[in-house]
């Protein structure tokens, strides 16, 4: 029998996993007794999120080109995204047949600054793609001001915040017109690649389950039956296709690995949090890191702990950190990926002459620390390299 190994990187798929991709091969991939994979998950996923609708797809980033379409982004129009970002924010848009503009990010909580946003509006904009960055929720209230304002729409890119909340409570991904999520290895949940996209206007979802599934005229917001009627189905007058759309769609076995890992969501959050709350207490008095600046109130779901290294001000090079912080243990120290402007994949793009220089100053000295560990002990360890490698730097915080 295929048992998980829970002793190795198993340990996060030790759930329902197993037994919900039996049930998809015993059932040769069609549905089930209680709905197939994909519907159990989306189910699941809408009411933990609190949204009337949500679609799998095969990615993040596909969800993100889908949610871009049908919000109506096509050629001539903008896309607001967060100079410091994964390139997949910059892409999608490009994807749509629009183009990405980039705007400078707030040097403390590392998030979209809204007041620059306001600057890179023009009569082509059509959506600001609000990024929640390490697990923590941009300032929507500002964002969504301007949105109303300039009439927008507004995508928000929960990759890396599952249930993080704003000072009001508001859960991430649930404040503008629509959510998406990935399920890609290195996130809260995983079921290896897929997404998925959610939201409360049934039009919207409608359209873009479509895109995302080729277009198939029976798709619905809530449905993503492409077979429902056998006679009509199988009449040679049947057209199938009413759009032209994409196979975004998530198959049936990566849906039963992400069904067993939503029923698990809080717990994997919860992990995360507490790894970032432990690396945030080391630092309070630390002069050489500024951890990303959560407001009052705020629920940082930590999909990795981000601090500013300020060490390069007295002269501590940020590979010589990394280095040393690994000697003792610790578990390796991600850098930022280049501000979106700087990536060569742009360079045939008017991106390529902009420069945003909260985003290229604070770029270089981002420390991202991991959070996947998996109890008390790992955490310990982390504590611990982390409080040796500041002691080495002459940093007593
Ligand atoms: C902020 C952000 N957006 C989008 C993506 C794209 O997700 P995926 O890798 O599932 O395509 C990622 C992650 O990889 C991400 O971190």
Redesign the pocket.
């Known amino acids: 029998m295929l048992i998980i190994d829970p002793a190795g990187p198993g340990w996060r798929f030790t759930g329902n996993e197993l037994r919900y991709l039996a049930e998809v091969l015993n059932n040769g991939f069609s549905a089930g007794a209680d709905g197939s994979m994909n519907e159990r998950a989306e189910t699941l996923f809408a009411q933990t999120m609190g949204l009337s609708h949500a679609i799998g797809f095969n ?4 969800t ?1 080109h889908a949610a871009l379409v049908a919000m109506g982004v096509g050629p001539g129009d903008e896309v607001i995204v967060p100079a410091l ?2 390139a ?2 910059g892409f999608t848009p490009f994807h749509a047949g629009g183009r990405a503009v980039v705007a400078d990010v707030d040097r403390d909580t590392f998030l979209m600054d809204p007041s620059d946003v306001a600057r890179r509006i023009t009569d082509r904009t059509r959506v600001i793609m609000a ?1 929640h ?1 390490y697990g923590q929720v941009c300032d929507m209230d500002a964002l969504m001001d301007l949105a109303a304002r300039h009439g927008l729409t507004v995508l928000e ?1 929960c ?2 915040c599952y249930l993080g909340t704003d000072a009001r409570g508001r859960v991430g991904g649930t404040i503008g017109d629509a959510g ?1 999520w ?3 290895n ?2 809260h949940l995983s079921c290896g ?3 998925m996209i959610g939201c409360d206007n049934p039009a919207l979802a409608e359209s873009i389950r479509k895109f995302g599934g080729l277009g198939f005229r029976n798709l619905t917001a809530s449905s993503g039956k492409v077979r429902v009627d056998r006679d009509k189905l199988q009449d040679p007058d049947w057209a199938r296709h009413d759009r032209r759309g994409y196979n975004y769609r998530l198959g049936g076995l990566p849906a039963a690995v992400a069904l067993a890992q939503i029923e698990r969501m809080r717990s994997f959050i919860d992990l995360r949090i507490a790894m970032g709350t432990a690396f945030r207490a080391v630092l309070e008095r630390s002069t050489l890191l500024r951890p990303q600046a959560t407001p009052e109130g705020a629920v940082n779901s930590h999909y990795t702990f981000a601090a500013r290294f300020d060490g390069v001000d007295h002269g501590i090079a940020w590979q010589a950190f990394r280095r040393v912080f690994a000697a003792n243990g610790g578990d390796g120290i991600y850098a930022a990926w280049k501000p979106i402007h700087k990536e060569p994949a742009f360079r045939d793009t008017d991106l390529a002459d902009e420069q945003r220089p909260v985003t290229e100053w604070l770029q270089g000295r981002l420390m991202q620390f991991t959070t996947n560990q998996r109890d008390d002990s790992e955490r310990k360890t982390q504590v611990e390299a982390l409080i040796a490698t500041l002691r080495h730097f002459g940093d007593d915080a």
């Open positions: 990615s993040g980033t596909s993100l970002s994964p997949m924010c990024v960055l890119d990759a890396q998406s990935s399920f890609e290195s996130k690649e897929g997404g």
